[in-house]
């Protein structure tokens, strides 16, 4: 790998921990650094953005606080070295308290959701990443259950759960 690490194993962990790093902490400059130029973003709803341009653009409104104040708390995490890709199974909680005005339609959604499930819910979802040979993201495909509204008060109330990471290879002698 051009980054000069030994392992891709531990590159792709890297990249991954960084990247939801990037989303905890609100720093999406950090965030698209992971992208290759000419990555995929398909975020679950039927759309899809290409380029980084795009996905920064999909990206905007949770960065603006749109959605109040989010997290990820990640589950599991399963690397195929061999096949450059990976998957992280998480929950995002979101605190609409700290949401600030992005649109009307985002203002309407999040009064919906207040009134629904209360000022703190999450969901749940999953994100799988393919990855180019130099280790950037060319590929994210997040799967989730925020298109039929599942959010759950409980979710947004649980303390974080701790990652389980699973390292898989499908090469042979790995």
């Not at 939801?20 to 290759?36: I, Q």
């Not at 993201?137 to 109330?157: D, M």
Request: net charge neutral; with cysteine; glycine share 8%.
């Amino acid at each position: 790998m051009a980054n000069g690490a030994l392992n891709p194993a531990i590159d792709f962990q890297n990249t991954i921990s960084r990247f939801v790093e990037a989303f905890n902490v609100n720093d999406l400059d950090k965030a698209m650094t992971y992208f290759s130029d000419d990555a995929i973003y398909r975020p679950g709803d039927g759309a899809e953005y290409r380029g980084r341009s795009e996905i920064r653009a999909a990206f905007e409104p949770q960065f603006s606080l749109a959605w109040g104040q989010m997290s990820f708390d990640e589950h599991d995490r399963v690397i195929d070295v061999t096949a450059r890709k990976a998957a992280i199974r998480w929950v995002c909680r979101h605190d609409l308290t700290a949401a600030t005005f992005y649109s009307w339609s985002h203002w309407l959604q999040r009064l919906a959701i207040s009134l629904s499930v209360g000022k703190r819910a999450g969901w749940e979802g999953l994100d799988v990443f393919h990855f180019d040979e130099e280790g950037k993201i060319v590929g994210k495909f997040t799967y989730a259950n925020y298109n039929r509204p599942q959010l759950k008060k409980e979710l947004g109330l649980l303390p974080v759960i701790r990652k389980t990471q699973v390292m898989a290879s499908t090469g042979a002698g790995a």
